[in-house]
């Protein structure tokens, strides 16, 4: 389109500029086709502007917009004291968890454990027979004893029902709506402009 | 106009704990949100969820209006930002492949309003031609048109330049009258 078209029909000309275009336009058939052609395109546009009554869909839109204000003012009422038990909740298993994995007695003597374990896993591959060694079993009883940690944390700290806190604990991976839903605008504008880069 | 339709004793009144002005100022502009939302998203649930989300938004901070822009300005610029907020995440969930839905783009619902009307096939067509614009480009052909809003009222609700939505709107109409040449 040429741009002077839609400037005309923008009502974005001065008066002179509308003169000097209108002069233009009576000399020039090409311009005159032009802008017929333009003129067609906004009728189309403007049909399609032209909205249907949807009466009962918007006041069926409205009770539904109701419904769940409603819902969410009773859960609001419900859980307001909820989310600070539950940030605090959460810190002090953050913590304690710190405190377990700097404190564990794995932890210190993994080094010397790993320089142990290395020469049974090498000669088990050679002579083809499985190992379990003394770190392993550890490891699985930390394990265990961590989920138990958390799970007890769950239920006794934040008030998950025991259910729920093992139903957390089996499945830790979030589905693709939730991760997204997780991530602020701020968030979602910075991944959506390195995507466009 | 009604002095029971002004936003500004609407408002009030609704600051006082009248809930029933809620619902005359969601029923006075719901429309307007939901055919921009619709426009921008190019299907019915979309905007459908998005007119949902920014009553929802109104009725939280409509407390907290002061008028330091009018109400129509600020529920387009709520509108605006959650349409291409779900645009983003719609296009970060196709990148990564999130998505089941081989094109989540065209989603179309039985409910879909556009279906009982004579001019559903033209509906749909410019609708699957705007969707083909860059959102910015989308934006303001569609605040332009739709909604005859002046570029400085774009500029306020977008915080786009006057100049840049200028040269938006241009490149907007000349791709669109391209993509409908054949079918005009």
């Known amino acids: ?197 | 106009m009604n002095t029971d339709d002004n936003d500004f004793d609407l408002i009030k009144r609704f600051h006082a704990g009248e809930d029933p002005a809620f619902n005359r100022l969601a029923a006075k502009y719901q429309e307007k949100i939901y055919w921009h939302a619709r426009k921008m998203t190019g299907n019915h649930l979309d905007a459908d969820d998005i007119m949902q989300e920014v009553l929802m938004v109104m009725y939280a901070k409509l407390k907290d209006f002061r008028f330091q822009s009018s109400l129509y300005t600020w529920i387009y610029k709520v509108t605006a930002t959650r349409s291409i907020n779900l645009l983003r995440k719609r296009k970060i969930k196709n990148f990564f492949s999130l998505n089941d839905d081989d094109n989540p783009i065209q989603i179309s619902a039985p409910t879909d309003l556009a279906g009982d009307y004579e001019n559903r096939e033209k509906i749909a067509m410019i609708e699957k031609f705007l969707i083909k614009l860059p959102v910015k480009q989308r934006e303001v052909f569609i605040m332009r048109n739709s909604e005859q809003l002046s570029y400085e009222e774009i500029s306020q609700i977008t915080g786009t330049s006057v100049g840049a939505l200028k040269a938006n709107y241009f490149h907007a109409v000349d791709k669109m009258q391209k993509l409908m040449k054949d079918v005009l």
């Open chain 1, 1 to 197: 389109m040429n741009k002077m078209v839609l400037e005309y029909l923008d009502n974005q000309m001065t008066g002179e500029q509308r003169l000097i275009f209108e002069k233009e336009l009576a000399a020039s058939p090409e311009l005159q086709k032009e802008l017929e052609q333009a003129k067609s395109f906004f009728v189309s546009i403007e049909q399609y502007n032209t909205r249907p009554a949807l009466e009962d869909y918007f006041s069926e839109a409205r009770v539904r917009f109701k419904t769940s204000l409603s819902e969410r003012l009773q859960k609001a009422w419900y859980k307001r004291p909820i989310p600070v038990f539950s940030l605090s909740g959460s810190m002090v298993v953050v913590a304690l968890i710190g405190i377990l994995i700097l404190k564990s007695p794995a932890n210190s003597v993994m080094e010397a454990e790993l320089k142990e374990v290395a020469p049974e896993i090498a000669l088990a591959y050679v002579q083809g027979t499985p190992v379990e060694s003394e770190m392993m079993q550890n490891s699985i009883e930390d394990v265990v004893e961590l989920n138990d940690i958390l799970d007890d944390a769950l239920t006794a700290e934040i008030g998950v029902s025991q259910e729920n806190a093992g139903a957390f604990l089996d499945n830790l991976q979030l589905t693709s709506d939730e991760l997204l839903s997780s991530l602020s605008e701020e968030e979602v504008n910075e991944l959506s402009k390195k995507l466009e880069n």
